[in-house]
């Protein structure tokens, strides 16, 4: 039998924060979920509302927070670039602040945190796949650089925490994850080809749709995440899935499995747009004795269903009574607003 | 006639920002020299003590500052390894944080803020000469990373802060730099060489002394400053010396120019230590019309009397009584100190 934690969420709200909640409560674990609802949102927490091991606390990761917990997962910042663009500014400071919130309520608490780092910080990658020891090529005053920098300098913050202050910290870097959840104007190639598909409208293909992408279904990059907090690694580890597709190649799969014939339109590249990403999991096979097991079409399937589920029922207000966390206890020296359980 | 202007600059106790101070008050303008001290000494500004138009502010550039200026030098950081390396969690957030608050203040006030970037944000790089386009090779979670990731970052936010809030802002990539004033303990080359030659101990060479710098003495660098910030050119633009030696070279330099007969000894090379880097200053040369004039043997000259004459008189206490700003006014919305000429 594992043990089980008292454990902080950050981004729960979000599609991977969600299912990671999810998840950890089935192992036991009682559940802190922590977001500002800025890209998160109630709707995917609802089905938690009645949980005995899960409360909320709707916060910005910036903020001091007051807990005690033994382990924290740093997922909090906006992913998708049309949300980490619209406050660019925001966006830096939720990652470099954040991290070095957390950083420190970790520190405090004697807690382990795995920060959850991002393919992103490999740029447009001159090198394929990407290993770890890849030091990335990323423009520093391009429009992707909120995202791309804000998460380099928080991996840095980690080791610097490991190194000056012996902080237990696990840094995953996550590459495309897909599943249920994902926001249906995340302006992620997934679910717009999905989005698209199910409303019978053109699939917008960005450049010639000759660049490739792999795509993680969510629970195995879930279960990549929970291995490597539970390790003895602090990585960085990257997880991915490195089954490699053309734009074309998953246009396709989507127009096969939702049947439909709508047409492929051609729009230009985005600056900086990665032409090409792929992981080299090769560490984590070897570290978490890990792989991706979900195939490629279930997966599809698994997302086009729960997107179909949403597009078909009229929206419902995003208004879950969540079981908020008691303002009762101030823990952390340095102030901020105090929570337990 | 140019005109004159109310100026703030973080770092002024600094080797480079106390040479910009005085190059700024002797064309006239208003300066408000802010630092913590912490790498800079009072003895740089001493001879400001009683200048009518030099004020002093010892706060760490990280804290809320209100003020009214036209012009931002932003320098506040601590520059060589061994400094910088003392507290790197410190070091990155002094980056990041100092920058941000420094753009808010930018912001609020009108004024044009240029930031200090760095050839550190280059890491050890695979292109020669480095040219502002080229992306860089760092190292995130190395440990010289708290410094390269905290200026890549801090590039970032002044490029979002333009974008996103109009501010204007200009980044100079600064190379080596020596001159007088540099701290015998700061761990730079050309300090250490000096060092050891005055005092006849062993020269100490990292690596097989083959690896490759550009230097470029102080008075140059300044100039580049002031005529980056008066330009209309945002940048980034680097402002260092393309003439490349091998630290054998500079060794050879400094014993003949001090008369030394010490040894040369040999070290192992620190970890992400850069091979080589050198600047290519052509985007200097056409938008600034810039270019080094100070030739390596002269500006080495003026350096080993300046390092002469502190190591000879003993070392008086660092307690140069500066002209402090007054707290008088609240400007900033935000709070923070208020301080006033």
Redo the contacts between chains.
């Keep these: 039998m594992p043990s089980t934690h008292d454990i902080l969420v950050t981004g729960a709200a979000g599609f991977l924060g969600s299912h990671l909640c999810d998840r950890l409560l089935e192992r036991g674990h009682r559940v802190m979920g922590l977001d500002n609802l800025s890209s998160g949102t109630r709707d995917n927490l609802a089905h938690l509302q009645s949980h005995p091991r899960f409360r909320f606390v709707e916060q910005n990761v910036t903020a001091p927070l007051a807990l005690q917990v033994d382990r924290i997962y740093n997922l909090a910042c906006p992913a998708s670039p049309p949300h980490y663009q619209q406050?660019?500014?925001g966006t830096?400071?939720t990652s470099?602040?954040g991290t070095?919130r957390m950083l420190e309520l970790a520190r405090h608490c004697g807690a382990r945190l795995l920060q959850a780092s991002t393919s992103e910080?490999y740029?447009d990658p001159a090198q394929h796949p990407q290993r770890e020891d890849y030091?990335?090529?990323?423009?520093?005053?391009g429009?992707r650089?909120?995202y791309d920098?804000?998460k380099?300098?928080a991996?840095?913050?980690?080791?610097?925490?490991l190194?000056?202050?012996g902080v237990a910290v696990r840094?995953a870097r996550i590459f495309n994850t897909y599943g249920p959840r994902m926001l249906p104007d995340d302006g992620r190639v997934v679910s717009n080809f999905i989005v698209q598909a199910l409303h019978g409208a053109d699939i917008t293909l960005y450049g010639d749709g000759g660049q490739t992408r792999c795509f993680c279904f969510v629970d195995d990059t879930v279960e990549g995440l929970l291995r490597l907090m539970e390790s003895d690694s602090t990585g960085?580890v990257n997880l991915g899935n490195p089954h490699e597709i053309t734009m074309h190649v998953l246009a396709a799969e989507v127009l096969a499995l939702t049947g439909s014939s709508a047409q492929l339109v051609y729009r230009p590249l985005p600056q900086d747009d990665p032409r090409r990403r792929c992981p080299d999991i090769g560490l984590a096979r070897r570290l978490l004795d890990w792989a991706p097991q979900v195939p490629l079409a279930q997966g599809l399937r698994r997302t086009i269903d729960d997107f179909a589920r949403r597009l078909a029922s009229p929206r419902t207000p995003d208004e879950a009574a969540l079981p908020l966390a008691s303002a009762l206890l101030r823990v952390q020296p340095a102030g901020g607003q105090a929570v337990s359980w």
């Excluded at 030091?135 to 005053?141: A, F, K």
């Design positions: 406050d660019p500014v830096t400071l470099v602040l070095w910080i740029g030091h990335g090529d990323v423009n520093t005053i429009p650089a909120c920098e804000g380099r300098c991996e840095t913050l980690c080791f610097d925490y190194r000056q202050h840094v960085p």
